[in-house]
């Protein structure tokens, strides 16, 4: 617990490592248990030798490098360097805390809040509907618009993101939103881009149709796939012929529709969808079920 009159720190400086051994970093952290695997990396849990601090383990067996002013770095860790926030606990991003760069290999050593989920943990929850879960998940999509325009002000394009890479921490009595997974991401730039996006049922339509895509659009395209799923427990598309030519098979109110056009440039910016948000929010009722209140929320009823 911080002390209220206490300035929040900063968090500890990124120890950057240029393909030291594998024994340098058994020496500092200690491998637990696997957490998850995905097309990019593997994670594990594991803690700081000298504080017993919890962390995870993630492998990248791909590598992107980046320009820096002296030497290269490998993209996902100047990404997560430009997220880094100015001061402790202040995050909507999951902290880089060190990285070692071994051979083939790139470890990155990142947070791990404590106690959390996953959006599709919290779909699959039991207490997903109950009056009393509902004050503690009642801002969750507003905080994740207000992430994701945050991530883009730094100049960075996650291109990924769904359910599976968004964090809630439940520990608190106000949730509080995550974005994890930058594997895939890539520096944000006004012009398109032309190599694929992240996973199939949350990638937008012009890539399957054109071969390229703009950044700003495919995130509120990203976005409005979650913003989908955490309404009706499932996804609004199953493969790319769906993605590319059909609407969605449930009633959906016409501010979340839009979200999913099938045009980029008729889909809303992310300050107009922030907005919007904000609104439903300021107007929602305090002692409603989640659920309901995320149908109000979008306006929906």
């Not at 949350?202 to 054109?210: A, Q, R």
């Not at 922030?274 to 300021?282: E, F, I, R």
Request: charge should be negative.
């Amino acid at each position: 617990q911080k002390n209220p009159g206490k300035e929040a720190e900063r968090p500890p400086p990124v120890t950057n490592l240029f393909f030291v051994s594998a024994d340098a970093f058994e020496d500092r952290y200690e491998q637990e248990e696997l957490l998850g695997e995905g097309g990019f990396g593997t994670v594990f849990a594991g803690h700081r030798r000298d504080n017993n601090l919890i962390l995870p383990r993630t492998h990248r067996l791909g590598r992107a490098m980046l320009e820096g002013e002296m030497r290269t770095v490998p993209l996902e860790v100047a990404l997560m360097l430009k997220l880094r926030p100015a001061a402790e606990g202040t995050s909507t991003v999951v902290t880089l805390l060190d990285w070692y760069d071994i051979d083939l290999e790139l470890i990155l050593v990142l947070e791990r809040p404590v106690p959390c989920m996953d959006l599709v943990e919290f779909i699959n929850s039991k207490d997903y509907s109950l009056p009393e879960h509902e004050a503690k998940v009642r801002n969750h999509n507003k905080q994740l618009v207000e992430a994701l325009i945050e991530v883009h002000s730094r100049g960075v394009f996650h291109r990924d993101i769904k359910l599976d890479n968004i964090l809630i921490e439940t520990g608190s009595d106000v949730p509080r939103v995550r974005l994890i997974d930058f594997g895939r991401g890539t520096l944000l730039s006004e012009g398109t881009y032309s190599t694929a996006q992240g996973t199939v049922v949350y990638t937008s339509p012009e890539w399957f149709l054109h071969r390229c895509y703009s950044a700003e659009p495919t995130t509120v395209w990203q976005l409005g796939v979650v913003l989908f799923a955490l309404l009706h427990g499932r996804l609004p598309f199953r493969g790319r012929h769906q993605v590319s030519f059909e609407d969605p098979d449930i009633k959906c109110n016409a501010f979340l529709l839009s979200c999913l056009e099938k045009s980029p440039e008729d889909r809303p910016t992310l300050e107009e969808l922030n907005t919007a948000v904000a609104a439903a929010a300021s107007n929602c009722p305090r002692r409603l079920p989640t659920l309901l209140w995320s149908l109000v929320f979008l306006n929906i009823i």
